[in-house]
């Protein structure tokens, strides 16, 4: 559940753009235009008259034209429904997704979705968008009940901009007066040479791939997880739920090096040891192995050793699915497709968000691109204010990480740690993991971030409130 100062924020935020919004209802007989200045500095967002227009051609696969969302992760979910309380939805907002399933919570698939099915595993329909926020459970029939078209399993491969169409796999031609590109990410792959697409090796980004990981876990052994970062962590933490010899093998010093202290990372590293999981770290992997029935049967190092494995998993991060959208203007430093602070792409009418898009990350003054759920949310919700009223204040997001493990029944001790901010300058570290600990960044006497592992709704509402470093310290010290 949001905390009462991110409750404040978003009624506050709600309040001012429908007391002086202006909402724009065009429709199929009748064009609107939307005028936007960007007030964003430095990044030459021109202005631009974008006309709706619902071309009466059969040509068009989509009768629904005003607005279409290409992608159907979080981001997209999250912005229909936004649309939906503007009262812009019905018969003018269209969905093109390559997914067969409405949009749902994608963390799940590596949480929840994974737990051994005598542990009350999570399915459809039951983690729908936007339960994941305590919102109302997006089904397929609750599309249809808001009047919103949706395609399914055609995913877009192709933009006209000059025509304001896109072009789905399947040859279908839509056209749309604003479009909001919410493609999310691909999994990084291990080349096809090395054995990355043998059966038995897994990646995780949808449903499918979840499904077929589970069919893989019913009649495994020995799993090897490869990556020591969010996925490799949760995948791990389930294996070790079915059972199964369990081994994380990365090349990084610790777990999840990009955000974890060394002394954070050995307090988790252990007690996944206490659990039977194993790791391989700083080491390097050269090929799959493939059994003689063809399915993987090890993961070769680079030193010559080889891991025994009938189940891989590969979780070394992903990559923006932006490849048909090069001509909208990507960021070369982030990746992904740069937008301003209203999530405005350089051209006029096209919008980007969720993990794809390269935005001004205001309280840290530099372009940025986050692949984490809370982010999907909150920059559909301001893109879509921001399109449909006269919304125009900056995205001014904190940063907001978290990760749950070893939640199924019958664990020895459920794990959730919370990250917020940025985890740069010194560390201070408190308490002691039994279970509570807080991890705090500190540069220049200000605090950038702080970790909380196993802190109470009273502990986690504290990082958001503007305490000088010490202070706020103390407040932790006192609860932990």
Known sequence: MPSPARRLMASISSTLSLKHGLSLRPTHQQSASLIRTSSAPGIGFRSFRRSFVAASSSAFSNENREFVIVGGGNAAGYAARTFVEHGMADGKLCMVTKEPHAPYERPALTKAYLFPLDK?????????????????????????????????????????????????????????????????????????????????????????????LISSLEKAKKVVVVGGGYIGMEVAAAAVGWKLDTTIVFPENHLLQRLFTPSLAQRYEQFYQENGVKFLKGASIKNLEAGSDGRVSGVKLED????????????????????????????????????????????????????????????????????????????????????????????DYLPYFYSRVFEYEGSSRKIWWQFFGDNVGETVEVGNFDPKIATFWIDSGKLKGVLLESGSPEVNDLTFLPRHSSLLMMSFTSIL
Request: charged content about 20%; aromatic content about 8%; hydrophobic content about 35%.
């Open 304 to 395: 010559g050793s080889t891991l025994e494995a009938d189940t891989v998993v590969i979780g070394i991060g992903g990559k923006p699915a932006v490849s048909s959208f090069e001509s909208v203007g990507l960021n070369s430093s982030v990746g992904g497709i740069e937008v301003d602070g209203l999530f405005r792409t350089k051209v006029p009418g096209i919008f980007a968000i969720g993990d794809v898009a390269a935005f001004p990350l205001k309280m840290y003054n530099r372009i940025a691109r986050v692949e984490h759920v809370d982010h999907a949310r909150r920059s559909a919700q301001h893109c879509v204010k921001s399109l449909l009223t006269a919304h125009t204040d900056t995205y």
């Open 120 to 212: 009350k595993p999570a399915r459809l329909p039951g983690f729908h968008t936007c339960v994941g926020s305590g919102g109302e459970r997006q089904t397929p029939d609750w599309y249809k009940e808001k009047g919103i078209e949706m395609i399914y399993q055609d995913p877009v491969a192709s933009i006209d901009i000059e025509k304001q169409t896109v072009t789905t796999n399947s040859g279908k031609l839509l056209k749309y007066g604003a479009l909001i590109v919410a493609t999310g990410c691909t999994a990084s792959r291990f080349p096809e040479k090395i054995g990355g697409n043998l059966p038995g090796v897994h990646y995780i980004r949808d449903l499918g791939d979840a499904d077929s």
